[in-house]
């Protein structure tokens, strides 16, 4: 049965994994809007003429 | 004639392709398409010049018009020194970014357009939009474009940032979101992680003297992960019950953070001594459900603000005059002496005296007084007039702060909370269910010390605690409430707060305001009373109507819609001030306007006093007056007639004339329901008198400033707003104009919301009488415990949201 100690720190080790992305994903913003993303991306890229200039903002 | 035929172009409807309207004048045809407005065509420019056309190509795209009150150098003031600062999120000198509210946005193209900002300037780096929020982000290089521009850039697009006095007087930006989110994930993360190592003990595994370490460890990680759910996930609990302890009242809270209390030092208790593994599954799995719950009733309309006084509409800085140079001056720092222009549609900040010769003022906004007023120079205007019309300048009186109407504020119903937390329906069965369950605790406990079992006698007075914890009362009516809030939301009503539901429920009373509550604020009745005009004779109203700019004269040519423009120029027109206009047309004199202008007797001048009238004369011959009467919300009447036959107290407080008097008496019930010429002073006393003499629960309906105190008073303050993301005063509540005939409906749900606390508080006694019965009997075993405890949570949240669905069904699908 000590197999169990090793199994149960994994088992938390992993848990904690989880909950540390949610903390991340919190803090990054994700929760904060819920509607526009959705909407954001079946927008598309390219423009008429022009080609897509890939642009990353800064979201905080 | 011949020369006189008349050369008529018919009426043909077309739309902008811009902002998707009809076009009411003449329309610009500018490559290959038609728009309404130089605004609209303006926009299209831009879009094309920067390869953006794809934007007409969504499709809800409705572009908007970028409004008429728009400016050079409206916005210089954003590079004041003292200004910039507080609307800036960051900067660092080669990067800033802002973050602005744009009340306009209503679609996924306006999110499309708003995020290619960078494609229209260089200096743009970045821009999010935050569709609930109505709020856009936008990262820039201050070398490259100044604030101004910026804000001139969105605007001329159409969607002006709206940047009050509020925002630069600077607010805290609330984070409590993801606070509350870390809460929640640590408690979920928790309840989850102890149920698992609590298994064994569930069903007495471990009893063997090998796993004795095993259990240890299983034991010891349990308190480990219940430390950080007690003292930081439910540290609100604490919180709240400590502050409600201090003010010496008993809060929802206060017995939550007992029980709580309780079962962490029983378990720890039980840990200690080795009698037992604890109840750390129940108090995260309690915690976790509480927090969601809250989450969920709070989660509030991010778009919409409630809490809104005279500083939200104010302008933030106001042109001023000095040496005949114009300069922009934050409002705050205006004194009395100083010289300021206001231009068409702008708001006069502060009382002031008028330099001009003359201005008309739209005081709607402040006394609900649909008519322009005329002042002259010298006269006295007072902060919240509106010009309408050319510029004008002005004298200020007095400073911002100390100006009649932000005098109201002074109020002392502006500083009084209306939440009041031991009056909920939840906090006032709280009171009695605490009591009994303190008492079953102790007769327990007596119970068993005289029969001289300490242990159990012990064990059975925290368990009957812990069972009976109002989580349950506090989960039906978070729950409960939280729904209704969204369900309402559904229905366009939008509620502050839990809190207003339940307040809401108990209404006795209904106070109306008229203009623009009752009546529709931008649109009449034009009725031609007289000789039966002929097209050609129609055709020269119309162009005589379109040359002013005189609200009647707009409220006519709109009422002549369907008549076709004339091509035939006017001549020698002239306007006189307050009279009327002629010109002729052809060989026609026409003249349109009061019963004086066009030479009518005594006693038609004196019934020109209740309706306002424009006469009509051709040719020197009367042939009759457009009668403008405001028009009334369609359907009100039966929502109101509804109200007052289910007992509803019926009032109407007009600050406008005592027109229509005889339309609305029998509606409300008699005369003495009405009252007009109300002062937002007299109002505010109206509905503090119903209260405290007449012992009634009031529901106030009012749209404008001037019911801003009668709505704070009110125990409802509901805000009709043609469209919600834009202003209106503090409420509790807001509903879109045309939704206001389902008010009826909206009292019933509230009502039906509290029958459905009551019931699902009904459920959770069942279940916590079979829980107290193990508990009082000392049986209660941890795994009893967790079984219960989660079981009779979910029931709840899926009995509340179930039941409210369904009334909201039955109340509000009824056609």
Redesign the interface.
């Known amino acids: 049965m000590s197999a169990l100690y090793i199994l149960v720190g994994f088992s938390l080790l992993a848990a904690l994994g989880f909950l540390g992305a949610f903390v991340w994903a919190v803090r990054s913003g994700q929760f904060d809007d819920d509607y526009t993303p959705s909407v954001r991306i079946l927008f598309d890229d390219t423009s008429e003429s022009t080609p897509p200039s890939p642009k990353k903002t800064p979201n905080q | 004639m011949k020369k006189d035929e008349i050369t008529l172009e018919p009426a043909v409807t077309e739309t902008c392709y811009h902002c998707g309207d009809e076009c009411r004048d003449e329309p610009i045809h500018h490559d290959d398409h038609s728009f309404c407005c130089e605004g609209c065509k303006l926009v299209y420019d831009v879009l094309k010049e920067n ?4 934007y007409y190509r969504f499709e809800d795209s409705k572009g908007i018009s970028p409004g008429a009150d728009l400016y050079e150098g409206k916005f210089d003031y954003l590079d004041l020194p003292d200004v910039q600062p507080k609307l800036l999120e960051f900067t660092d000198g080669r990067q800033a ?1 802002v973050n602005w509210l744009v009340p306009k946005m209503h679609c ?1 193209s306006c ?2 357009l708003l ?1 290619q900002l ?2 229209l300037h260089p200096g743009v ?9 109505k709020k856009v982000r936008i ?1 820039y290089d201050p070398t490259q474009i100044k604030l101004s521009e910026l804000a001139e850039l969105i605007a001329r697009l159409g969607y002006e940032p709206y940047i009050s006095l509020k925002d630069v007087e600077g607010k805290v930006l609330q984070k409590w ?2 606070t509350r ?2 809460k929640i ?2 408690a979920g ?1 928790a309840f ?2 102890i149920m ?2 609590s298994l064994p003990e569930y069903f007495d595994l471990g009893q063997s003297s ?2 004795q370490n ?1 259990r240890l ?2 034991t010891g ?1 349990n308190v480990l992960l219940s430390i950080p759910v007690f003292f930081y996930s439910a540290s609100d609990f604490f919180v709240s019950a400590w502050k409600a302890l201090r003010g010496r009242y008993l809060n929802i809270d206060a017995p939550i953070a007992l029980a709580l209390l309780g079962v962490f030092l029983v378990s720890l208790y039980q840990v200690g001594t080795q009698t037992g593994p604890g109840y750390f599954d129940s108090l995260a799995g309690a915690v976790f459900f509480m927090l969601v719950g809250r989450y969920f009733q709070d989660k509030t309309y991010a778009s919409i603000s409630f809490d809104r006084d005279y500083k939200s509409y104010f302008p933030v800085a106001v042109a001023m005059l000095k040496e005949d140079e114009e300069t922009r001056l934050p409002i705050t720092d205006l004194r009395p002496g100083d010289h300021i222009l206001i231009r068409n549609r702008e708001l006069v900040p502060a009382d002031a005296v008028l330099a001009s010769p003359r201005a008309m003022i739209d005081y709607s906004f402040v006394s609900g007084e649909a008519e322009l007023v005329e002042r002259r120079q010298g006269d006295t205007i007072y902060a919240g007039g509106r010009q309408v019309g050319p510029a004008v300048e002005m004298e200020v009186l007095r400073r911002v702060s100390q100006s009649y109407l932000t005098q109201l504020w002074n109020n002392d119903t502006f500083t009084k909370e209306k939440e009041d937390q031991h009056q909920t329906l939840a906090a006032r069965i709280n009171r009695y269910f605490s009591v009994i369950v303190m008492a079953l605790a102790a007769v327990t406990f007596v119970f068993w010390i005289s029969r001289g079992q300490a242990e159990i006698a012990f064990n059975a007075f925290t368990t009957v605690l812990l069972v009976a914890c109002p989580c349950a009362l506090l989960l039906s009516s978070t729950f409960t409430n939280g729904n209704l809030l969204s369900l309402f939301g559904k229905y366009r009503f939008y509620l502050k707060n839990s809190h207003a539901i339940e307040r809401l429920s108990e209404i006795t009373s209904v106070v109306f305001d008229k203009t623009g509550t009752m009546t529709l604020a931008n649109e009449a009745e034009v009725h031609f009373v007289g000789e039966v005009l002929a097209d050609e004779e129609k055709a020269m109203v119309k162009a005589l109507a379109a040359q002013s700019s005189h609200p009647l004269s707009r409220l006519v040519t709109q009422s002549l819609a369907e008549v076709p423009l004339s091509k035939k120029a006017l001549l020698d027109f002239c306007e006189v001030e307050g009279a009327g206009t002629s010109a002729t047309w052809g060989k026609h004199e026409v003249r349109l306007g009061s019963a004086r202008w066009v030479g009518k007797g005594e006693e038609e001048v004196l019934a020109d006093t209740r309706n306002p009238r424009v006469y009509v004369a051709l040719n020197g011959q009367v042939r009759g007056y457009f009668n403008i009467k405001s028009k009334y919300r369609p359907e009100l009447a039966e929502a109101v007639t509804n109200l007052r036959q289910e007992g509803y107290e019926l009032y109407l407080l007009s600050g406008d004339k005592p027109t229509d008097r005889d339309l609305l008496s029998p509606l409300f019930g008699g005369t003495s329901r009405l009252h007009f010429q109300q002062k937002p002073e007299d109002k505010l006393r109206f509905v503090a008198q119903l209260q405290q003499v007449h012992n009634q629960k009031v529901l106030m309906v009012g749209d404008g400033l001037n019911d801003a105190g009668a709505l704070q008073q009110s125990d409802v303050g509901l805000a009709v707003s043609n469209d919600i993301n834009n202003f209106s005063p503090a409420c509790d509540a807001l509903v879109e104009g045309d939704r206001l005939a389902l008010l009826p409906r909206y009292i019933r749900l509230a009502q039906a919301g509290q029958r459905i606390v009551k019931t699902s508080f009904g459920i959770s006694l069942i279940y916590n009488a079979v829980g107290v019965s193990f508990a009082v009997a000392g049986q209660l075993t941890p795994v009893v415990a967790a079984i219960l405890m989660p079981i009779s949570s979910i029931t709840i949240v899926l009995f509340t949201t179930a039941a409210t669905n369904l009334a909201a069904h039955r109340w509000m699908n009824v056609k």
């Open positions: 390869d953006l056309c794809q970014r996924s999110i499309w995020e960078h494609r780096v970045g821009s999010v939009v935050n569709f609930p929020e990262s979101n993801r989110l870390f994930g640590l993360f989850g992680n698992m190592l090998e796993d095993l460890m299983f990680l």
